[in-house]
């Protein structure tokens, strides 16, 4: 990876890290730029302002987390294995960057852009948890008549509200969530 290319990923790093912990208004481009181990103006190199930093940091978390989300599918799992390992990863996620992801759905209420990112992951996520519906299909794990798109919107409206409740609203810790319970319930309607 060529230097800049590391520096600017070492920002887009720090910046999740602050971000997460600060929100997006009470972060300072200062300390996204002593965590990166950079200068102030070296971050205006890379980035016009803290909007777009914030916006470059979300296309990156967003690849990240696909990135992560199709390793765990490519993993030689039965079914409910990849949808108990993507509930997981997706209550980590939503444990450890819950500033983030709230500044993301601010944020995508008022800006274009960050909706259409937003709803991009949207669709690539659904096409992910598409694929473990009809490989469970096929390998004789879910239902043959089951519709797909339903199975997708109950998995995905599922760990959402679960998620949602559980670390948002009941302020637990993602290792304490009952997720192979979770999955077990969900799974009952799909086989």
Request: charged residues 30%; hydrophobic residues 40%; proline residues 0%.
């Amino acid at each position: 990876m060529v230097e800049r290319e590391k520096r600017r990923i070492a920002i887009l790093r720090s910046a999740i890290e602050v971000f997460s912990q600060n929100g997006f208004y009470k972060s300072k481009i200062e300390e996204i730029a002593k965590n990166a181990g950079v200068g102030k103006g070296t971050i205006y190199h890379y980035f016009e302002s803290k909007n777009q930093l914030f916006e470059e940091m979300i296309k990156y978390s967003i690849e990240i987390y696909s990135e992560d989300i199709i390793k765990v599918i490519k993993k030689n799992l039965d079914t409910r294995e990849k949808i108990l390992s993507f509930f997981k990863y997706h209550v980590k996620i939503s444990h450890n960057y819950e500033n983030v992801l709230q500044s993301i759905l601010n944020q995508s209420r008022s800006d274009d852009m960050m909706r259409h990112c937003l709803l991009k992951f949207k669709a690539g996520l659904y096409k992910l948890i598409e694929q473990i519906i009809k490989e469970g299909i096929a390998n004789a794990e879910l239902r043959e008549d089951l519709d797909v798109g339903i199975a997708v919107c109950s998995i995905i409206g599922t760990i959402n509200q679960y998620s949602m409740k559980k670390v948002y609203y009941k302020k637990m810790n993602h290792d304490d969530l009952k997720l192979e319970i979770l999955v077990n319930e969900l799974l009952k309607g799909l086989k």
